[in-house]
């Protein structure tokens, strides 16, 4: 009986202990998982809000816990609808995409030049998972 407990337990253990961190500290976590696209790993987490409004104010408050990972190396973003934005840092490149209620992050597993960063992506950055 005491086997019983300590392998459920285990189990327990080993399925919380799996879980990626979140990356992206508000809205409600919709996906999270690790990709491999075009010989490449991305780990790609996305959030839900109540509506369009609140995703554009979620949007704007996760842009700064982005810029905190590290030193940003290149950025890109949009300028006229602030719906985009790409970074790189010394060991990953990462995306953060509003979708009307939704916010997506795409990361790579290593840095990549923004350019081909975002060409690589851009099958998975709009499309439903």
Known sequence: MLGVIVLALGVLAWLLMRKPPRLLPRGKCVLAKTICHQQRRYYVEEVAFANRQQAIHGYFRLVPVLLA?????????????????????????????????????????????LEEFERQIAAIAYREM
């Open 69 to 113: 990972h590290g030193e940003v190396r290149e950025s890109a973003y949009d300028f006229f609808d602030f719906y985009t934005v790409a970074l790189r840092f010394d060991d990953c490149s990462m995306k953060l995409v509003r979708r009307l209620d939704n916010v997506r992050l795409i990361k790579s597993m290593e840095p990549l030049p």
